[in-house]
């Protein structure tokens, strides 16, 4: 088991930035991959960014150059940093740990709103 907590959401301006961070625990050494996704009301979850346990990283295209993943192995920490936020990002960022033992597992966590107003 993965447990993961994120924290780090919140209100911000158009143009604005914010950090995601997502703290995990648990049964480690299985994980592969690290990643962001998004639900926007009415709408389907979506892989935000990934980083594999090798260190490449996958960005959803429309996002590259403004969103970055990184990972604190030290701190136990996932963080996605959002620069030049647009209202169209608004939803509920979920950290996720896709995990490969026997079979794939995906872990996720509570989920953290994030709002950008016009």
């Known amino acids: 088991q993965v447990q993961l907590v994120e924290s780090g959401g919140g209100l911000v301006q158009s143009g604005g930035s914010l950090r995601l961070s997502c703290t995990y625990s648990?049964?480690?050494?299985?994980?592969?991959?690290w990643a962001w996704y998004r639900q926007a009301p009415g709408k389907e979850r979506e892989m935000v960014a990934r980083?594999?346990?090798?260190?490449?990283?996958t960005y959803l295209d429309s996002l590259r150059g403004r969103f970055t993943i990184s990972k604190d192995s030290a701190k136990s920490t996932l963080y996605l940093q959002m620069n030049s936020l647009k209202p169209e990002d608004t939803a509920v960022y979920y950290c996720?740990?896709?995990?490969?033992?026997?079979?794939?597992?995906?872990?996720w966590g509570q989920g953290t709103q994030v709002t950008v107003s016009s």
């Open positions: 980083i594999s346990r090798g260190g490449d990283l």
């Open positions: 996720n740990a896709l995990e490969v033992l026997g079979g794939i597992n995906d872990y």
């Open positions: 648990g049964r480690l050494f299985s994980i592969t991959a």
